[in-house]
């Protein structure tokens, strides 16, 4: 604490601050051009959510049907 209250430490950390706003402002300055190209008109017919839900759907009950029957014997 002695540091901080004496000139030179003010004088630090204000180096310190005006160095760490000038990285921040520096990591604004690179332009990254993104392009996502979504194309949905050669989708095969497993990539299609509807049939994960309705296989989902039948294994779940296929699962609940093996396993009620197995304990009736």
């Given at each position: 604490m002695k540091i901080i209250n004496n000139y030179r430490g003010k004088l630090f950390m204000l180096l310190i601050t005006v160095m760490t706003t000038?990285?921040?402002f520096a990591q604004e300055d690179k332009k990254?051009?993104?392009?996502?190209?979504?194309?949905?008109?050669?989708?095969?017919w497993y990539m299609q959510p509807w049939v994960w839900v309705v296989a989902g759907a039948v294994f779940i009950l296929l699962l609940a049907a093996i396993l009620r029957s197995n304990k009736k014997e």
């Open positions: 000038g990285l921040a990254i051009d993104v392009n996502i190209n979504v194309n949905k008109g050669n989708q095969q």
